[in-house]
């Protein structure tokens, strides 16, 4: 049974730092992981994704710079770093594991399975 379990949201002052986590389990085969997030009453974006294999990192445009995603040795948690947030990084933010990072991975339509989502709250 694959298990994707999210912590590490909360709520944050504008400038302020946090760092969620994500523990997958059953799911070695998977080789993309990423973080997205969903404002209320929209779809969900892509906001940074990691190629476990390598560890080679992609990110949407408003978090470079700003957020990190990176992965234990162990290559089951995976984090989001997100620096310098801004009222508009509030959102729920979810983790999510695929077979593979595509072109289109920030759509999410290559994921497969999904963490329950965090909220993230950040207040000017």
């Known amino acids: 049974q694959v298990q994707l379990v999210e912590s590490g949201g909360g709520s944050v002052q504008a400038g302020g730092s946090l760092r969620l986590s994500c523990i997958v389990s059953?799911?070695?085969?998977?080789?993309?992981m990423a973080w997205f997030r969903q404002y209320p009453g929209n779809g969900r974006g892509g906001v940074a994704a990691?190629?476990?294999?390598?560890?080679?990192?992609y990110y949407e445009d408003s978090a470079k710079g700003r957020f990190t995603m990176s992965q234990d040795n162990a290559k089951t948690t995976f984090y989001l770093q997100m620096n310098s947030l801004k009222p508009e990084d509030s959102a729920i933010y979810y983790c999510?594991?695929?077979?593979?990072?595509?072109?289109?991975?920030?759509?999410?339509?290559?994921?497969?399975?999904w963490g329950q989502g965090t909220q993230v709250t950040v207040s000017s």
């Open positions: 990691i190629y476990r294999a390598t560890g080679r990192t």
């Open positions: 059953g799911y070695t085969s998977g080789n993309c």
């Open positions: 999510a594991a695929a077979l593979v990072c595509t072109s289109t991975w920030r759509t999410g339509v290559d994921f497969h399975y």
